[in-house]
């Protein structure tokens, strides 16, 4: 298992950047694909974004491309979620969340191990 910190929330307002950052411990982080995810009050968990183990694939949900980058570093446990243009609809608990597998998934499902979330708040 994988216990995951995520950091890096807050306020901002609509068009503003945040970068959130999740550190990993345990043994097992660099080859486990990566994933973030958020959920707003009264919705459900919805992907973000995901990297597998080396950082060579990517994926993101169709809302966030071009303005959300996920980034890795296996030798400071940690990977990275870069959020630019940030709009009001995007405030939610964003969370960090591992799978036992080198492979990238979009599917909620496949994830073992999950963060505390950290809130982003978008003001208009």
């Known amino acids: 298992q994988v216990q995951l910190v995520e950091s890096g929330g807050g306020m901002v307002q609509a068009g503003g950047s945040l970068r959130l950052a999740c550190a990993a411990s345990?043994?097992?982080?660099?080859?486990?694909?990566m994933g973030w995810f958020r959920q707003a009050p009264g919705k459900e968990r919805e992907f973000v974004s995901t990297?597998?183990?080396?950082?060579?694939?990517?994926l993101y949900a169709d809302s966030v491309k071009g303005r959300f980058t996920i980034s890795r570093d296996n030798a400071k446990n940690t990977v990275w979620l870069q959020m630019n243009s940030l709009k009001p609809e995007e405030q939610a608990v964003y969370y960090c969340?591992?799978?036992?597998?080198?492979?990238?998934?979009?599917?909620?499902?496949?994830?073992?191990?999950w963060g505390q979330g950290t809130q982003v708040t978008v003001s208009s």
């Open positions: 969340a591992a799978r036992l597998s080198i492979r990238a998934s979009t599917n909620i499902d496949d994830y073992n191990s």
């Open positions: 345990g043994r097992t982080f660099s080859r486990a694909a």
């Open positions: 990297i597998d183990w080396s950082g060579t694939i990517t």
